[in-house]
């Protein structure tokens, strides 16, 4: 049959390089667990296949070591083998996740150690010296100390008990209420199995517009069959927790956080929970935001909502992400500035098992947003980001749109909260700040689809959303050369144009959807295709009007201090760099500046001219991208390249009908002709 892409980057097909293979050959015979707890099997059966797999020959598991070449992994406490290392000092470095690989000794055997001080730090070695293999680096000398950067690693799934994924484009939700729990899906542990290949440790399992129904015994027993399920893998549980849940499940009037009852309902619920799941992590909570009910209700802070289901968790040690994410139409202010403004006035007020989760910028996982000016705005609150994986904003499910460059460009982003150099992920790392509590969700991608993503090339921000929550550090490129390596091959004249045509792909997408600071130009709720009209809607800020306010002068949203002034809740030099129309980079330029058509932008070209050629040269773009794939052909399996060649296709339409789109209705009020040689809109 056709290749799917259900293998995603997990993929050990024999190494086309016959020197290398024999190389691995000669250095790997043998792989030695002395340990055989459920994670350790895990371990060691990805191990064997893997090597097996990708070294072309039969690579056996053994109870003691037999020969040189053997991989010897485990903990101090679980194997003598690598007690005898004395690697003490070592592991102390790692923490309780992260590992060492090692090419040592080891009873006077040449080897290749995987050490860790607890059975996961074993698993993610494992798949880390897998990984060194599928991509042909040299493992010959390793030394390598690897921990995570933040302390949890969190996908959200926007998944409903009905199965439907809102915002989700790759079929629907996972988790099989109906079978649950006596029914376990392969496909669940598959799921697992990928989490961990990528350092990922937490599952939001429900949608942030939640049901409190998931909070009933009749779900929490399938709940912990998904729990029980995914603990090997060391991939933990969290659920997201309606806040009028007592009312609609407990029998209660109200849910008013300072209610002893609720406050006694939520603490009896949370027991019970922790009876079913032991290791559970704790809620998720959208509140007072798009309808969602929460402590406005009850004239109450955000705080003290919070602090109630902490206090519920914290005996079991769980937390709460609590999101920012909170705006109204009744707040007569810039939609920008209302989370900020609602949650600054709270930093010290929360519990300490609180986080409070931030999106990436103050609207909405926009194509491009400069990042939320909460990010330095909390330094008593440890504050989480909320990436989205999903491509809501970013066409769905038939755009290729690679997007670790927009994450990396969040999590460099300077706050100046504590001077120069006080990134965005030194925030959320913890080390700004001197938070121990750290953590990190991406909005999930996946469903039911074969290749779980909808997109092939939509896996690829799975992988990059795990490994940047491992280590914010590696670069786009890194991410990318990774993961076509494992996922394709590591044919260069693949690797090379296709890691190019994907760390392009979104600056791509941002020109043809929104150039130049413009956002939220999507169509009308569902988000999918250009909308720039659309107006009297029910809410203004649910418009784009909204956000463009382009009128006969010019274009853009004015967040100066002659418009929202929301360029204030940025420290300074930030402030004034975004403020000042000379110095704000020209990607925010229209976030933040209404700025006349004629406007002289960096290129030379007047504004509305540099509009139109963002636009065009956006979906020159994805024609080069479309060249690119074309030029590799029979260079991987037929299944995956026709896959990606018809959505390249439908994205060349896509990217038309936004040009196009965007550029005649923005000319009826810029009112001048698209410049010579570009194609004209139709
Ligand atoms: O991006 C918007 C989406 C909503 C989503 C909301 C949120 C889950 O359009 O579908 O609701 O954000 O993040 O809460």
Redesign the pocket.
């Known amino acids: 049959y056709a290749e799917d892409g259900y293998r995603l980057w997990l993929r050990y097909d024999k190494l086309q390089d016959e020197a290398k293979l024999k190389n691995y050959r000669q250095a790997i015979t043998e792989v030695v667990f002395e340990g055989n707890a459920p994670t350790l099997v895990i371990a060691q059966k990805e191990l064997v296949n893997g090597l097996s797999g990708l070294l072309g020959q039969e690579v056996p598991a053994a109870q003691r070591l037999t020969q040189a070449g053997a991989v010897v992994a485990g903990t101090p406490a679980n194997s003598a083998l690598i007690k005898s290392l004395g690697l003490a000092d070592k592991l102390q470095q790692v923490g309780d996740e992260g590992y060492l690989l090692l090419s040592a000794d080891v009873s006077g055997k040449r080897g290749t150690v995987i050490a860790a001080n607890t059975d996961v730090g074993v698993l993610y070695g494992t798949f880390h010296l897998l990984r060194l293999i599928q991509t042909q680096q040299d493992i010959s000398n390793l030394a390598v100390t690897s921990m995570p950067k933040i302390q949890r690693r969190v996908l959200n799934h926007?998944d409903n008990l009905d199965r439907t994924v809102?915002?989700g484009y790759a079929g629907f939700s996972l988790w099989d209420w109906h079978k649950l729990p006596d029914y376990i899906d392969q496909r669940y542990l598959d799921y697992a199995r990928a989490n961990a290949s990528i350092g990922i440790n937490g599952t939001v399992l429900t949608?942030?517009?939640a049901n409190a129904l998931v909070l009933t015994k009749e779900y929490l027993v399938k709940v912990k069959a998904l729990a029980d399920a995914f603990r090997p893998y060391g991939l933990k549980v969290y659920l997201t927790a309606r806040f009028s849940a007592p009312i609609e499940i407990g029998g209660l009037k109200t849910a008013d956080p300072l209610d002893p009852q609720v406050q006694a309902w939520w603490k009896q619920k949370t027991d019970e929970v922790y009876t079913y799941i032991p290791d559970f992590g704790g809620y998720l909570v959208?509140a007072d935001?798009?309808g969602?009910p929460g402590p406005h209700n009850y004239k109450r802070t955000q705080a003290e909502g919070a602090n109630m289901l902490a206090d519920a968790v914290a005996p079991h040690g769980g937390i709460v992400m609590w999101?920012a994410?909170v705006y109204s139409e009744h707040t007569p202010d810039d939609r920008h500035k209302q989370a900020y403004n609602e949650f600054k006035p709270l930093d010290g007020k929360f519990r300490d098992n609180v986080l409070v989760q931030v999106?990436n910028g103050a609207i909405?996982?926009q194509p491009r947003e400069p990042f939320h000016p909460l990010f330095g705005a909390m330094p008593k609150t440890p504050l989480m980001m909320?990436f989205?994986i999903t491509q809501?904003?970013l066409g769905q499910s038939t755009n290729l749109a690679y997007l670790a460059p927009l994450y990396k460009e969040v999590l460099e982003s300077d706050t100046y909260a504590r001077g120069k150099g006080s990134t965005v992920a030194k925030v959320i790392d913890g080390t700004l700040d001197n938070h121990k509590l750290t953590a990190i969700a991406g909005?999930s991608n996946i469903g039911t689809d074969r290749n779980w993503t909808g997109h092939q090339f939509a896996q690829s921000n799975w992988y990059t959303f795990g490994r940047l929550a491992w280590d914010h550090r590696i670069s786009s490129e890194k991410i990318a050369d990774e993961w076509v390596k494992m996922t394709f091959t590591n044919n260069n004249s693949f690797v090379a144009p296709v890691k190019k045509m994907m760390l392009n792909s979104h600056e791509a997408i941002v020109n043809y959807m929104t150039p130049l600071g413009l956002h939220h130009l999507m169509g009308w709720s569902h988000?999918y295709g250009p909308g720039p009209w659309i107006k009297d809607k029910p809410r203004a800020d649910w418009t784009s009007v909204y956000y463009h306010q382009a009128d006969e002068k010019g274009i853009g949203f004015d967040r100066t201090k002659t418009g929202s002034n929301a360029v204030a809740q940025y420290h300074q030099p930030v402030q004034k760099v975004f403020g000042s129309l000379k110095r704000v980079p020209e990607k925010y330029l229209l976030w933040f500046h209404h700025v006349p058509w004629d406007y002289k932008t960096d290129s030379g070209r007047i504004l509305w001219d540099e509009l139109a050629y963002r636009y065009s040269g956006g979906v020159d773009s994805v024609r080069q991208m479309q060249q690119t794939w074309d030029s590799v052909e029979g260079m991987i399996d037929e299944g995956r390249f026709n896959h990606v060649k018809t959505f390249l296709s439908i994205q060349e339409k896509e990217a038309k009908w936004w040009r196009d789109a965007c550029l005649l209705y923005f000319q009826t009020f810029s009112k001048r002709p698209i410049p010579q040689g570009l194609e004209e809109p139709a």
């Open positions: 926007w809102e915002r949608n942030v517009n959208k935001s798009e969602q999101r994410f999106k909405d996982f909320e989205q809501e904003y909005v988000h």
